[in-house]
Antibody, heavy 126, light 104 residues
Framework: QVQLVQSGAEVKKPGSSVKVSCSAS????????ISWVRQAPGQGLEWMGR????????DYAQSFQGRVTIIADESTSTAYLELSSLTSEDTAVYYC???????????????????WGQGTMVTVSS | DIVLTQSPGTLSLSPGERATLSCRAS???????LAWYQQKPGQAPRLLIY???SRATGIPDRFRGVGSGTDFTLTISRLEPEDFAVYYC?????FGQGTKVEIK
């Protein structure tokens, strides 16, 4: 059973950076795609970006371009999200999630997020 | 970019009643890309439906997804106490804003 376990809560000052980890077990980390999704207090879900560990390729949401870096370490089956130039608007729960697809014959369903980490609360406050 | 609009914002129902949640896309979406999630307070989202109508592993059959084009619906046939939560639709990197199903 695939599990994603994230690092603990963080409190950061405005202007600083935060790095959150997501450790995978029980699956095929290298060939999976890991996305990061955040949720501000009382708000909805916002996709930030993804990484394919096998290739190291990344894709970022336009709204985070230049501020976000997602990397994956295959040797430890861990993905990382780094967000810089933090402001109070970055206060949120950050989730990692496995991006999956299902193939039925010629039809491919997805992508969708089938496994989620438990979330990491990041608070940005002076 | 495609925008997903969910309605209603809040649905107040009693256990045993039927819930009908709507997700409307700003332009036509392939059914293969549409998914639904359930989120309870303090928990991560849980995948319910993918490919617009396929239930994820372990999801009871009272959850049903239908739709095509720009209009998609999640129906919960008879609400159980554990079904009161927020529901999100998703297409690629876009999520709807959510529908809260609360106890009346």
């Amino acid at each position: 059973q695939v599990q994603l376990v994230q690092s603990g809560a963080e409190v950061k000052k405005p202007g600083s950076s935060v790095k959150v980890s997501c450790s995978a077990s029980g699956g095929t980390f290298s060939t999976d795609t890991i996305s990061w999704v955040r949720q501000a207090p009382g708000q909805g879900l916002e996709w930030m970006g993804r990484v394919i560990p096998m290739y190291g390729t990344t894709d970022y949401a336009q709204s985070f371009q230049g501020r976000v870096t997602i990397i994956a370490d295959e040797s430890t089956s861990t993905a990382y999200l780094e967000l810089s130039s933090l402001t109070s608007e970055d206060t949120a729960v950050y989730y990692c999630a496995r991006e999956a697809r299902k193939t039925w014959g010629y039809l491919t369903l997805g992508p969708f997020f089938d496994i989620w980490g438990q979330g990491t609360m990041v608070t940005v406050s002076s | 970019d495609i925008v997903l609009t969910q309605s209603p914002g809040t649905l107040s129902l009693s256990p045993g009643e039927r819930a009908t949640l709507s997700c409307r896309a700003s332009q036509s979406v392939s059914t293969t890309f549409l998914a639904w999630y359930q989120q309870k307070p303090g928990q991560a989202p849980r995948l319910l439906i993918y490919g617009a109508s396929s239930r994820a592993t372990g999801i009871p059959d009272r959850f049903r997804g239908v739709g095509s084009g720009t209009d998609f619906t999640l129906t919960i046939s008879r609400l159980e106490p554990e079904d009161f939560a927020v529901y999100y639709c998703q297409q690629y990197a876009t999520f709807g804003q959510g529908t809260k199903v609360e106890i009346k």
